[in-house]
């Protein structure tokens, strides 16, 4: 009879993990599914709005950015968050990249940004290019890189990535920041070059 009772459970605790396991890497493919597609559908609705194609996505550039998003949350742990340089947040040897450091958030329960309010400051970029080529379309002493990044007609893929840190606030309360890193291929932003 305990042997009866034995295979039972071992059967059913067999049944339960078939079923629990792929559940929960069906939520976690999900939801990196919900983040490339928030991507995609924000850098595509720019591409779209001056004519260049639409860009696909890459896991492994987005793997990429995920090693240096993590990367640049451990120069952040401690540290204020606004006290990272831009040595800090230049990853020289890598062509085609958009970096996004979130302002700090703090532990309250606070929600942490979304993906569109991330990209929102490149996209904002825009009314600083004044058309023709890059850097020259720029207004004077204005930024508008990541912007021309983002639309760069030559350019096919993308893979992004974010991190969290927990360092602190400015005031020196802890604090969070959000890391996006997103990688392009191929890369844009030739000087004397047009971006679309």
Same mark, same amino acid.
């Given at each position: ?120 400051? !490149?996209? =904002?970029? @825009? *009314? ?8 020259? /379309?720029? %207004? +004077? &002493?204005?930024?508008? #890189? ?5 639309? !760069?007609? =030559?350019? @096919? *893929? ?8 927990? /360092?602190? %606030? +400015? &005031?020196?309360?802890? #604090? ?21």
């Amino acid at each position: 009879m305990y042997k009866k009772v034995s295979i039972t459970i071992i059967m059913a605790s067999a049944i339960a993990a078939i079923l629990i396991v792929p559940w929960a890497a069906l939520q976690r493919s999900h939801a990196q599914s919900d983040f490339a597609d928030t991507i995609l559908k924000i850098h595509n609705d720019e591409r779209a709005a001056v004519g260049s194609p639409a860009l696909t996505w890459s896991d492994s550039l987005a793997a990429d950015a995920k090693s240096w998003a993590d990367h640049l949350v451990t120069l952040n742990q401690g540290k204020p968050i606004d006290k990272l340089t831009n040595s800090d947040l230049v990853h020289s040897t890598v062509p085609g990249e958009n970096l996004h450091q979130s302002g700090e958030w703090g532990t309250n329960p606070i929600s942490p940004p979304s993906t569109k309010s991330l990209v929102q400051g !490149w996209i =904002d970029e @825009k *009314k600083n290019w004044n058309g023709g080529t890059y850097p020259s /379309g720029c %207004a +004077s &002493n204005e930024v508008c #890189g990541h912007y021309t990044q983002m639309v !760069w007609n =030559d350019t @096919k *893929k993308v893979g992004c990535a974010t991190a969290t840190s927990n /360092g602190k %606030a +400015s &005031n020196g309360d802890p #604090g969070q920041a959000v890391y996006l890193v997103c990688r392009y291929s191929p890369q844009g932003n030739y000087n004397g070059e047009s971006p679309y």
